[in-house]
């Protein structure tokens, strides 16, 4: 067995020898889900456990209250972890923050278990609100993964495992169209609707639809709409997603929406005026070397791999794959396909699948970790690949 093999047997058999222990906690944040930037509990699992296991944390970076940067060893190579911790509102966690957030944790715990600390610097980093403002933007506009080698997680799924996982660039935008108060009744002459504003502006990106490309995706909800129906409203709300599979095709689309929402203003003589109301996310950068390591690994693992679907959702990962290679698998909890972001699947987080994910997707987490620290050849052409032009998209 040699020394690679000998570090792999230690890693796999800390992830076994406490599965139990990563099953339980897992499960306590399922039962107690929190919001995003309000993850105290689990913010403070996670960072008591990699205090406990030799790492030294930073609590708050960024002023984030709930996040934080745990780091261990003094090595060359950078590894870093992605521990997601946020839930949906009534939902849950229907995204099974509480399974990934929890591997990446255990796997940092097993890899330095199995390291000396001249080897790497494993770092760990706890990222609230990936599901609103996505503090994995502020991170990586800061820099914090400039260095990294590789950054890496996973993320649950259902209907079958891949690895090739590609997320939407999105923009979220509030739009409010304003105009004059008046008696419905008595005078609506006097009167300029702002809710008409809305409406309108629903109409129009509706008509967009024929003529945009098939994978972008347009979707709002009126916030705001007026007090009483015997008032004109003068002021009402709308909240709408931009997705599209680049940033820059992106970019393009909502430049087309600002001129729609003025055209909307000018055809009901109010004014609109619109802001970036949540953090933006960039599409995911693939990573061919990377994607093919992790294949292998999960195929070692035992897991059955399938295609991805391609771009679907987005992803504050997005935004790390653009400071360092990034790696998100997604890995099945259940053979049956189950609705993410729904209770169903929240429930499906404590199955026995949702915990065989949760140990496996550890293992390959730190295994790959491994792989990156021993194998320059691997590392290098991870590299090029992240330096290429035909990844940056």
Known sequence: MNHHDQLLARVLDFLDRNREEAVRMSDRICDHPEL??????????FARALREGGFRVKTGILDLPTAFHATWGRGPVNVALLAEMDALPEIGHGCGHNLHGTASVFAALALKEALREEDATIHVFGTPAEETNGSKVEMARAGLFDEMDLALMFHCCSGGSYVDYRSMAIDSLEFTFSGRTAHAAAAPWEGRNGLNGVILLFHALDMLRQHVRPHVRMHGII???????????????????????????????????KAIAHGCAAATETEVSYRYNEASFDHMRPNPPAEEAMERILTELGFRLRKGPGPSGSSDVGNVSRRCPALQPELSISDREIPLHSREFALATKSEGGHRALIQGAKALAW???????????????????????THG
Do not use: C, K
């Open 368 to 390: 790959m970790g491994l792989d990156v620290i021993f194998n320059p050849q691997l590392r290098e052409r991870i590299r090029r690949a992240f330096e290429s032009p035909t």
């Open 223 to 257: 916030t705001h709409g007026g007090a009483a129906p015997n008032i004109v409203p003068h002021e009402a709300r709308a909240h709408w997603y931009f997705r599209a599979p680049t940033r820059e095709e992106l970019d393009q689309l909502v430049e087309r929406v």
């Open 36 to 45: 995003g930037g309000e993850e105290v509990r689990t913010s403070g699992e």
